[in-house]
């Protein structure tokens, strides 16, 4: 990873992260391994590390969190970076009117959707936050939804990556700072 974070915090939000994460097999389904972050979400060292070593995937205009996790995340990294959050929200969580994006995932099928009034995103370097990437459905989504919105994506930033899922490949050569790779 790169960026202004000395190479002690990134180890050290790395620590956390693996002492912190609790693993939940078959949940939500069975032969899925769940990441529970939030043991790491309620320890606020451990939070702020990972914050500020998410936050070197930067420098962008905007932040857009992923539903649900994404959003305690990119709020904490939109603020170490001076820039505003845009929460990537799950199919009817939002008012009309809204830009949608439907994709598989692990375990089903989803759908992801911004505000299409009230935030202009055509031309805004945009960072995607998330909690874990595992197959990158997810992930590729929100990216796939932001530039048709017109934003330029700059990267995406997950705390850990689930080995084996193929997630880093969906993404397709978008720069990816993870702080636990697979």
Do not use: W
């Amino acid at each position: 990873m790169s960026g202004a974070v000395q190479v002690g915090a990134e180890q050290q939000a790395a620590q956390d992260v693996r002492r912190l994460t609790r693993t939940v097999a078959d949940f939500p389904v069975d032969g899925v391994q769940f990441a529970d972050l939030s043991p790491v979400f309620a320890d606020g060292p451990a939070l702020a590390h990972v914050v500020a070593a998410l936050a070197t995937a930067g420098p962008c205009d905007l932040v857009a969190g992923i539903d649900a996790r994404g959003f305690l995340l990119g709020s904490g990294v939109a603020l170490n970076l001076g820039v505003g959050v845009l929460p990537v929200r799950k199919a009817g969580k939002l008012p009309p009117p809204v830009h949608s994006e439907s994709y598989a995932l692990e375990y089903g099928e989803a759908t992801l959707q911004v505000p299409a009034e009230g935030i202009e995103l055509r031309g805004r370097r945009v960072l995607v936050v998330d909690d874990v990437l595992a197959t990158g459905g997810t992930v590729a989504a929100a990216v796939a939804l932001l530039r048709r919105c017109g934003a330029e994506v700059v990267g995406a930033a997950v705390v850990l990556e689930i080995p084996g899922l193929g997630g880093r490949e969906v993404l397709d050569g978008l720069p990816l700072t993870c702080l636990v790779p697979a």
